[in-house]
Nanobody, 115 residues
């Protein structure tokens, strides 16, 4: 059974940093894209950053220059390094793993940024 598990969330003060991890396990399928999304209370889920197997990245305008997505293909782990955090970054952060004709979401990890 394929599992996508996020970790690394928690509370941080504004201006601080956090690193989220997304571990994919239980499959030998080639993973095409990792995506980090977030959803704040009362708002729609939005794409934060994504990275392809080949290393191409995409970022939401609101996080460009502050967040960095990376991946370790051998370990099937993706990371989201978040710097200069702002209170508006507070949300549940979800990882999505895209395989051929299959996408799996993790359960999410809460990130709270205090002003």
């Amino acid at each position: 059974q394929v599992q996508v598990v996020e970790s690394g969330g928690g509370w941080v003060q504004a201006g601080g940093s956090q690193r989220l991890s997304c571990k994919v396990s239980g499959t030998t399928l080639a993973l095409y894209t990792w995506g980090w999304y977030r959803q704040a209370p009362g708002r729609q889920r939005e794409l934060v950053a994504s990275i392809s197997r080949g290393g191409s990245t995409n970022y939401a305008d609101s996080v460009k220059g502050r967040f960095t997505i990376s991946r370790d293909i051998a370990e099937n782990i993706a990371y989201l390094q978040m710097n200069s955090l702002k209170p508006e970054d507070t949300a549940v952060y979800y990882c999505k793993a895209d395989f051929w004709q299959l996408s799996i979401w993790g359960q999410g990890t809460q990130v709270t940024v205090s002003s």
